[in-house]
């Protein structure tokens, strides 16, 4: 019996390694899993759609995995424009029940949402793009590439160049018509389960000379190291144009400007046994211990390619400030059985008994008083680490896309209390339900969070949710504040970016205690979750994470973007 279980362990094991070993395998179930994630629509408003216009594609001799869906088809250094739908209601891909027209010809769908038509290398001309379904509806773009862009040297040199990834990269570019705005991205070919693909590592704002440094191969896309030994250097300039096309749910117009050349990569960086990066963000963990309880700060940032330092933002929206009591009344059984014998008999006695908790219950207005005041000690507390601007919540209300935000209930009852500041909504869903209606395949700048930053003309947005529970052994609300910062796109793939994620939690202050330290009647309620407490935790943790940032790397990277 050992025997055979043992082998079976030995079976599923070498199975298991030769499906993460063998890159064949992999593509062979990246293709059944995009197959089976890939629907049909005839409604366009159900889509995202994103229009490229891609000139100087890198060569088949890099074995990108992109190079072989197009098989022999594929041609170096030619152009391409190319569309690709995915689904904006929902989980996937999508093909067009109906016709994709490029510069007037159909073009059939490859795989995976995807359609695409050559071009040559000295066809730079504007492509309109013409999308028609079986339902007669017809939505239609036009496109055109950027200026190219060119790698002249790479940390000094022009032929062969060796990057060390234990060292800043120096590039020399050369690209028509740039400017302050123009940004491009830096990638390597990397090897992700068995899947030889170009993975970016840094996306910035365009010069001719730069010093990237070297914390940014540990700052990927997704967190995989750069192959070592023979590889390719691309470089991406790209523009980036959100549009709102009638009848379509989200578009957006890329143009692409490539530049690819070899190169040899030394250096190693630590990895974890699955083969991806280590040491992968910041994550901060401290309690703070004092006479009447204690709190505990865990925040975590995404590594910088996700996560945005705060010095990078100027000015901000508070668009969810919410704080939920739950728990307010509480009951629980005991159940004892006594059993007692006489001549021929037996009784049994089964007694329950059950005994109810209830935290007092108060007027609107204090809770009210505890969400003014959290708020602004909120504020101050970012105000006096930062140097930003919070935006009105008025004006916040009124952009188009906080409309479509989950509202927060006000009430106040025996069981629970649910209040938001000046009538905020929830950013970010708190319900099995509201997670499912929020999911999206859609693209980066049609995030929620990317079309409010961009509506509201600020650097980010701020989510809070204050939850307090009353804990069974005494007459405390133990508070639990949840923070989110997101900040737009980097680039046009990786959105929201985050500055700061979180929680802070700890014990409040049983209910008598509270009264007696209350110097007016409105302090009890913030003297019972401990609030001075709660917000010194909340700046202990902000100055950790500022020196995280400081030390890794994050604010020299963001500064070059």
């Not at 599923?12 to 390694?17: N, P």
């Not at 093909?95 to 995976?112: A, F, R, S, T, W």
């Not at 001549?343 to 609107?364: A, C, E, N, S, V």
Request: net charge neutral.
């Amino acid at each position: 019996m050992f025997k055979s279980s043992l082998k079976r362990i030995i079976l599923f094991i070498t199975a298991v390694s030769l499906l993460w070993s063998c890159g064949s395998i992999m593509k062979q179930v990246g293709n059944l899993a995009g197959s089976l994630l890939t629907g049909t629509t005839k409604d366009l408003n159900e889509a995202a759609i994103s229009v490229y216009f891609m000139r100087n594609v890198y060569p088949r001799a890099t074995g990108d995995v992109a190079t072989e869906y197009f098989e022999n088809t594929w041609r170096d250094g030619a152009n391409m424009v190319y569309v690709n739908l995915l689904s904006r209601d929902g989980v996937g891909m999508l093909k067009v029940d109906g016709q994709v027209m490029i510069d007037g010809e159909v073009v059939p769908h490859l795989k995976n949402g995807f359609y695409g038509k050559w071009l040559d290398p000295d066809d730079v001309s504007p492509k309109k793009v013409v999308i028609r379904t079986s339902t007669g509806q017809e939505a239609s773009f036009t496109v055109t590439p950027p200026p190219p862009i060119k790698i002249k040297k790479v940390n000094g040199t022009a032929e062969n160049p060796v990057i060390d990834i234990s060292k800043p990269l120096r590039l020399e570019l050369e690209a028509d018509q740039a400017g302050r705005q123009t940004e491009f991205s830096v990638a390597l070919l990397s090897d992700v389960m068995g899947i030889r693909t170009f993975l970016e590592y840094g996306t910035f704002k365009y010069k001719n000379k730069m010093t990237i440094p070297a914390a940014m191969w540990y700052n990927a896309i997704t967190p995989y190291a750069p192959v070592s030994g023979q590889n390719w250097l691309r470089v991406e300039r790209f523009d980036v144009m959100p549009t709102n096309v009638k009848g379509v749910g989200a578009t957006q117009i890329i143009g692409q400007a490539l530049d690819c050349i070899p190169v040899n990569v030394q250096g190693a960086v630590e990895e974890t046994w699955v083969g991806t990066m280590d040491k992968q963000g910041i994550q901060v963990s401290e309690k703070l211990e004092s006479n009447d309880g204690w709190m505990e700060v865990t925040f975590n940032k995404p590594n910088a390619y996700y996560g945005r330092p705060m010095s990078s933002g100027k000015k901000f929206a508070m668009v969810s400030f919410s704080v939920r009591a739950t728990r307010l009344r509480q009951q629980r059984s005991s159940t004892s059985t006594n059993t007692s014998y006489g001549p021929g008999y037996k009784i049994t006695t089964t007694t329950t008994t059950t005994t109810t908790r209830t935290f007092p219950t108060l007027p609107d207005a204090y809770w009210e008083n505890l969400v003014n005041r959290l708020y602004a000690d909120f504020e101050k507390i970012l105000m006096d680490n930062y140097q930003i601007e919070l935006i009105p919540v008025e004006r916040v209300k009124q952009a188009p896309s906080y409309q479509a935000l989950h509202p927060i209930e006000d009430k106040v009852s025996v069981v629970e209390v649910e209040k938001s500041y000046k009538g905020t909504k929830n950013l970010i869903p708190t319900t099995l339900s509201e997670i499912v209606k929020d999911a999206s395949s859609t693209f980066a700048y049609d995030r929620k969070d990317s079309r409010l930053i961009r509506e509201l003309g600020v650097d980010g947005l701020i989510a809070v949710t204050i939850d307090l529970e009353m804990p069974w052994e005494s007459f405390s609300l133990t508070p639990r504040m949840s923070i989110r910062i997101s900040g737009p796109p980097n680039g046009y793939k990786a959105g929201p970016t985050i500055y700061l994620q979180g929680l802070v939690n700890g014990s409040g202050l049983p209910l008598d205690e509270a009264k007696m330290n209350a110097d007016y009647v409105m302090d009890v309620l913030p003297n019972v979750i401990r609030e001075k407490e709660l917000m010194r935790a909340l700046a202990k943790g902000i100055n950790i994470i500022k020196k995280e940032e400081a030390s890794r790397a994050y604010d020299a990277l963001w500064a070059l973007k």
